[in-house]
């Protein structure tokens, strides 16, 4: 699914992310995450190099993953990302992880990113950022 409240990409399980018997390590769910967030956040217009070039990071503060089944060697993974609420210095991203060949719905996640001054303190997301992000979040 790909529209303004939603993204997705298409990734596929590498030898190098499996243990010996094949399985995805559990880690690794946590970077394709994190790989559909920053996709999600460049198709907004809002690109983590320009808020770290104007002097704001965006930091994960908790991150939770609930597998239902697991990714193999050579799988074809869809994993979705979106929105889920918006704050002046805290964001929260929902995923899905999905095998598109039969539907099965790997896993389930959720991050909270604080954003951070130059000096790690909190400080709040610029406001062309946050206008674009609460444009599209899709609350619980």
């Known amino acids: 699914m790909n529209d ?3 993204t997705s990409i298409d990734v596929r399980v590498r030898y190098g992310e499996t243990d010996q018997m ?9 970077v394709w995450c994190e790989m559909a967030r920053t996709e999600h956040m460049r198709r907004l217009g809002v690109r983590y190099r320009d808020l770290e070039e104007g002097g704001v990071k965006l930091a994960v503060a908790e991150a939770s993953l609930r597998y239902a089944r697991s990714a193999r060697y050579d799988d074809l993974l869809r994993v979705t990302a979106w929105l889920s ?3 002046s ?3 929260v991203f929902r995923y899905r992880v999905e095998r598109p060949d039969d539907g099965a719905l790997l896993c389930t996640a959720e991050t909270a990113l604080v954003s951070l001054d ?7 997301l610029p406001d062309s950022a946050l206008q674009l992000m609460r444009s599209v979040a899709v609350p619980d």
């Open 4 to 6: 303004q409240t939603h």
């Open 85 to 87: 609420d918006v704050a």
């Open 89 to 91: 210095r805290r964001v």
């Open 118 to 124: 130059r000096a790690n303190r909190p400080s709040r």
């Open 22 to 30: 094949g399985v995805a390590y559990h880690a690794h769910y946590l």
